[in-house]
């Protein structure tokens, strides 16, 4: 699917501020729950496809498992477990880099669903930590600020020789 935006897109780094549920919303819901359906993402956020909207989709099957998708609009973390695991991590606007990150190995996340119902909903191990990636996204941090500096600019470095080979 071409609709993504590629990092250093603006829409990557610009935070979706919450409000209540709405046609417009429920609509862009729709467009990136069709968008993960086509690359079988294991989650998006709204900005992948360039949109201001605070929502994500995200599978609940575990990775090795058929994606099982749910849309949550104005997510946000309540609570993060104590401990952390490191994991691999990408991004679709950022095809063919993955790398390591530390994500907490469970999260507790208040989301609204499309009626506007406030829900409350644990998440653990890999779903966790697409949760965590995909409302840091929403919030306007793309995975590689989670990066160092040095770690960050081999990742681009890479990002860039597979730009000229493609």
């Known amino acids: 699917m071409s609709d993504f935006v590629v990092y250093p897109h603006a829409a990557l780094s610009s935070k979706a501020d919450p409000r209540p549920v709405d046609a ?44 099982d998708y749910r849309v949550l609009y104005n997510p946000e973390v309540s609570q993060l477990a104590g401990g952390s695991e490191m994991g691999m991590e990408g991004s679709v606007s950022l095809p063919g ?13 208040q989301f609204d669903d499309a009626d506007g119902k406030r829900q409350t909903r644990r998440f653990e191990g890999f779903v966790a930590r697409v949760v965590q990636h995909e409302i840091d996204q929403m919030n306007g941090i793309f995975f590689l600020q989670r990066l160092s500096r040095l770690k960050r600019d081999t990742a681009l470095r890479k990002f860039a020789k597979l730009g000229q080979r493609g």
């Open 97 to 109: 880099i993955e790398v390591p990150l530390p994500r907490a190995v469970w999260a507790e996340v």
């Open 24 to 67: 417009q919303m429920v609509e862009a819901g729709e467009r990136l729950l069709a968008a993960a359906e086509a690359v079988q993402a294991y989650g998006l956020a709204a900005a992948h496809l360039g949109l201001d909207e605070p929502l994500v989709v995200i599978s609940v099957a575990p990775a090795s498992e058929p994606r």
